[in-house]
């Protein structure tokens, strides 16, 4: 059965940095497009990152542009979200998430609800 564990998260001081880490079993991680997407307090759901499985280029919002950056170790079924230069407006709490891949979708044309399996969440703080 396809499980993904997130670790990773934690408090930081703006400015600071994270790797969150979500790791596969079940399957095999490039199957599948790979995203990361976060929900704050009151607020809803965001797409953070997104790279698809077939060729294109990576999505990132343009609130983390230039300061988040996903990553994939594949031999370990892990993806990675490296957080850079993090802002109290990034204190969330962070999924990563995989969808179907279709060839014909780019990775920002992708929507929540394209995706198929969620993983548990982990809690990012950043204190001013």
């Known amino acids: 059965q396809l499980q993904l564990v997130e670790s990773g998260g934690g408090l930081v001081q703006a400015g600071g940095s994270l790797r969150l880490s979500c790791a596969l079993s079940?399957?095999?991680?490039?199957?599948?497009?790979i995203a990361w997407f976060r929900q704050a307090p009151g607020k809803e759901r965001e797409g953070v990152s997104c790279?698809?499985?077939?060729?294109?280029?990576?999505y990132y919002a343009d609130s983390v542009k230039g300061r988040f950056t996903i990553a994939t170790d594949y031999p370990k079924n892990t993806v990675f979200l490296q957080m850079n230069n993090l802002k109290p407006d990034d204190t969330a709490v962070y999924y990563c998430?995989?969808?179907?891949?279709?060839?014909?979708?780019?990775?920002?044309?992708?929507?929540?609800?394209?995706?198929?399996?969620w993983g548990q969440g982990t809690q990012v703080t950043v204190s001013a």
């Open positions: 998430a995989l969808a179907s891949s279709n060839a014909a979708k780019a990775a920002r044309d992708y929507d929540e609800s394209d995706f198929n399996f």
């Open positions: 079940g399957s095999t991680l490039d199957l599948w497009t």
């Open positions: 790279l698809s499985s077939t060729e294109g280029p990576t």
